[in-house]
T-cell receptor, first 112, second 116 residues
Framework: KAGVTQTPRYLIKTRGQQVTLSCSPISGHRSVSWYQQTPGQGLQFLFEYFSETQRNKGNFPGRFSGRQFSNSRSEMNVSTLELGDSALYLC???????????FGPGTRLTVL | AQSVTQLGSHVSVSEGALVLLRCNYSSSVPPYLFWYVQYPNQGLQLLLKYTTGATLVKGINGFEAEFKKSETSFHLTKPSAHMSDAAEYFCAVSGGLTGGGNKLTFGTGTQLKVEL
């Protein structure tokens, strides 16, 4: 079974731009979560989607948004990028909402 | 609300020595507990998990952890360290359906160094 895939793996943007990251979960998994990892703040939960509905949201500004499609693939969008948004963005998938998560390799976003 | 505390941001052991990484948690609902490992420039790999049942859980690569409710701990151990174990280890907690679904709250991580 293929694992969680994330595209692109690396991204460089400038302040003020917006970015969209993509995540394809493991086949059959319906839950997708997103996390931000930075040296200063560590691993922080962004949001969780299940069956195309956002079920949980972390403490991030409204510039961070996401969605999930009917095939469970998910995208997250960050608008008006700031230098502090530079991070590794990790996507995780799970078969259910009371299960455990399998992580993708991440997308490394650099904001200049 | 849930939180995780990992004692020791850096741990160094000799190859062949016992590995002990400490994790204490706080949770308002019965916790699901996890240990993940991260190698440089990679995502997180699940080492082991506790959801219900047996409190001593065995994971991949010879790691195990014991859920101790009275101590609110979930320490990770391995009897004999190998050079390939050098990585960053994260303890995490979630609350299952009663406490936030799959939302993971992570500790700050412990960087394990294995020396010859």
């Amino acid at each position: 079974k293929a694992g969680v895939t994330q595209t692109p793996r690396y991204l460089i943007k400038t302040r003020g731009q917006q970015v969209t990251l993509s995540c394809s979960p493991i086949s059959g998994h319906r839950s997708v979560s997103w996390y931000q990892q930075t040296p200063g703040q560590g691993l922080q939960f962004l949001f969780e989607y299940f069956s195309e509905t956002q079920r949980n949201k972390g403490n991030f500004p409204g510039r961070f948004s996401g969605r999930q499609f009917s095939n469970s693939r998910s995208e997250m969008n960050v608008s008006t990028l700031e230098l502090g948004d530079s991070a590794l963005y990790l996507c995780a998938s799970s078969p259910a909402r009371d299960s455990w998560e399998f992580f993708g390799p991440g997308t490394r976003l650099t904001v200049l | 609300a849930q939180s995780v505390t990992q004692l020791g941001s850096h741990v160094s052991v000799s190859e062949g020595a016992l590995v002990l990484l400490r994790c204490n948690y706080s949770s308002s609902v019965p916790p699901y507990l996890f240990w993940y490992v991260q190698y440089p420039n990679q995502g997180l790999q699940l080492l082991l998990k506790y959801t219900t049942g047996a409190t001593l859980v065995k994971g991949i690569n010879g790691f195990e952890a014991e859920f101790k409710k009275s101590e609110t701990s979930f320490h990770l151990t391995k009897p004999s360290a190998h050079m390939s174990d050098a990585a960053e280890y994260f303890c995490a907690v979630s609350g299952g359906l009663t406490g936030g679904g799959n939302k993971l709250t992570f500790g700050t991580g412990t960087q394990l160094k294995v020396e010859l």
